[in-house]
């Protein structure tokens, strides 16, 4: 009897030591079991409806350039694919109700001089694409409502700032007009495309720039690099608000704006796992969440859905494509299915929320680009439910083409969210064709601003000959070039001449223009703007001012090896 008292205790003593329920005592756990049930979304059954082939794309000439980007771009109207070409760069252009099998003599978009790396349809019209090349230039494009009839060989803007080729293109999410570059030259440059000048130069990246996104509302922007560097920028000032090392792999990272204030970033890790992190912008030194997804070796390419907060990854080579739910509370990330297919993809676009079929529970539509096939696929994420009813749940306001503010008031520091419209009602989209930049008299201003940023851009080589020993002409050309300092000048010898005291006021009233104070910093983003650009000037001066010493230390040197050839000859004598 003891030994079997012995026995029980021992026995009951271990179930409470593992967290196990005795059945015979009926006793609590002492512990927390592994186990918490499933976790409650009304998106974890959403599944891809791959499109039947008459309702595909085929024999579509995909590019084979290895550049890590999606080379397709989808809006309600027309699908955008980078083709194949034996020279230049081309892209052609499908109404997206056209589907089945494209002609081979299909008119293309072809002005690049080289392969053409991205374009991006304008959220604001469906008319207007934008693309960047090889040839270091971004145009844009005007699509007729009809499609192409011929090939398109006349761009609406031609802008040209990068010194070598331009990877990556974003529109901004709601003002009118402003694009941002990205190029191979660590610059990101954002355009006012309406007035086709550089509002901004962002010049804080020392390696080669992965991928670029902005916030909600176009105040932050996002980038990653080769330097494995996440940064949080202000993208009218180019500010670096954060910065830190996302991922440790080599291979190429991309980020994406969650809701939040938060980033996530999809990369490698040391030992070339791929990987998701979510961070807060304001301090990227330390992630909220980073979790491991596999271990292949194609680049992962986030999308977000701001409606649903349901977050697709996918990879290039990979054949399927995974879905997850971002929360607010710990762990932030929720898998909750993926679509699989045996068919690789070299490439993905997706359409805009107010081009999903609501009356089919549809919440994402991507246009897969098969590697192995000349196939651009449609896949639609859906909710399965019976109803054939609107689904509020489902679809709540989403972004509106209609831009909250225009380029001047954003770059002047106004921020406004984006405009919403109800997918149940709609609202009208403008598809007008924008008349091309062309400067006059009345842009003397912007000639102005353009060529101070192409003087800014050339190194100044000084000049240390003596006065004495330039030609009449060449003193004529340097003295008569700056009529503004000899008019100072000479008001400075008037001063000099009537020794008046209160001609300080009249030479002050004088030089001040009516446009040196149009030009004055009104608020606090032009005061840093002004601030960065006498910085670079600074930098500039510097760069000349050492240049001269060096110059000067090389004279000195010439002057001694002269002397000292000189005394030579004259010991040999």
């Given at each position: 009897?003891?030994?079997?008292?012995?026995?029980?205790?021992?026995?009951?003593?271990?179930?409470?030591?593992?967290?196990?329920?005795?059945?015979?005592?009926?006793?609590?756990?002492?512990?927390?079991?592994?186990?918490?049930?499933?976790?409650?979304?009304?998106?974890?059954?959403?599944?891809?409806?791959?499109?039947?082939?008459?309702?595909?794309?085929?024999?579509?000439?995909?590019?084979?350039?290895?550049?890590?980007?999606?080379f397709c771009a989808v809006n309600p109207k027309f699908v955008a694919i980078v083709t194949e070409v034996a020279g230049g760069g081309a892209f052609i252009v499908l109404p997206i109700n056209k589907t089945g099998k494209v002609d081979i003599n299909v008119s293309r978009v072809t002005g690049h001089r080289g392969p053409v790396l991205d374009v991006k349809w304008n959220p604001f019209n469906d008319n207007i694409i934008a693309s960047c090349s090889d040839d270091c230039t971004v145009k844009l494009w005007y699509i007729p409502d009809v499609g192409l009839s011929c090939n398109l060989t006349d761009w609406l803007m031609d802008l040209h700032g990068h010194k070598r080729r331009v990877g990556y293109i974003e529109w901004h999410p709601t003002a009118e007009n402003v694009l941002a570059s990205a190029g191979f030259d660590y610059l990101i440059i954002l355009w006012d495309v309406g007035a086709g000048?550089?509002?901004?130069?962002?010049?804080?990246?020392?390696?080669?720039?992965?991928?670029?996104?902005?916030?909600?509302?176009?105040?932050?922007?996002?980038?990653?690099?080769?330097?494995?560097?996440?940064?949080?920028i202000d993208p009218r000032t180019g500010l670096v608000i954060s910065e830190g090392v996302c991922h440790e792999g080599s291979r190429s990272s991309k980020v994406v704006y969650l809701s939040e204030g938060r980033v996530l970033t999809t990369g490698f890790s040391q030992h070339s796992d791929r990987q998701i992190a979510v961070w807060r912008e304001n301090d990227v030194t330390k992630p909220i969440r980073r979790e491991m997804v596999d271990s292949s070796s194609g680049i992962l390419f986030p999308f977000f859905d701001y409606d649903t907060h349901v977050l697709f990854l996918a990879g290039k080579g990979d054949g399927n494509i995974r879905y997850y739910e971002i929360v607010d509370a710990e762990p932030c990330i929720h898998f909750l299915n993926q679509y699989l297919s045996d068919s690789p993809q070299r490439g993905l676009g997706f359409v805009p929320k107010r081009g999903c079929n609501a009356s089919q529970c549809e919440i994402f539509r991507f246009y897969k680009l098969h590697t192995t096939r000349n196939i651009c696929e449609p896949i639609s994420m859906v909710v399965p439910r019976k109803s054939d009813q609107f689904q509020d749940d489902l679809y709540p306001d989403t972004v509106a083409p209609v831009p909250a503010l225009s380029a001047t008031d954003w770059f002047n520091g106004i921020n406004k969210p984006p405009v919403l419209m109800s997918m149940k009602t709609g609202v009208p989209i403008r598809t007008h064709k924008p008349k091309a930049f062309k400067p006059n008299e009345a842009s003397k201003g912007n000639i102005n601003y353009r060529m101070k940023f192409a003087f800014l851009s050339q190194e100044t080589i000084p000049d240390y000959r003596p006065l004495n020993t330039l030609q009449d002409n060449e003193k004529s050309q340097k003295t008569s070039c700056n009529t503004k300092f000899q008019q100072i000048q000479q008001l400075f010898g008037n001063i000099t001449q009537n020794n008046d005291m209160n001609g300080e006021d009249a030479l002050i009233s004088k030089i001040t223009t009516k446009d040196e104070m149009e030009e004055s910093p009104k608020n606090e983003y032009q005061l840093r703007k002004a601030y960065n650009r006498q910085c670079e000037e600074l930098k500039l001066l510097r760069k000349q001012l050492a240049n001269r010493d060096r110059r000067i230390q090389d004279l000195e040197k010439l002057v001694a090896s002269l002397q000292s050839q000189v005394s030579t000859l004259r010991v040999r004598k």
């Open positions: 009897m003891e030994v079997e008292n012995i026995a029980t205790i021992t026995f009951n003593e271990k179930e409470k030591v593992n967290g196990m329920i005795d059945v015979r005592a009926c006793n609590k756990p002492s512990g927390k079991l592994w186990f918490r049930g499933v976790r409650s979304s009304k998106y974890r059954h959403v599944y891809g409806n791959p499109a039947k082939r008459e309702n595909s794309y085929h024999n579509v000439p995909i590019t084979r350039n290895a550049h890590d980007s999606n000048e550089a509002l901004t130069v962002i010049d804080c990246h020392v390696d080669i720039i992965y991928s670029l996104s902005f916030n909600r509302d176009g105040s932050r922007l996002a980038t990653t690099s080769k330097d494995k560097k996440l940064r949080v």
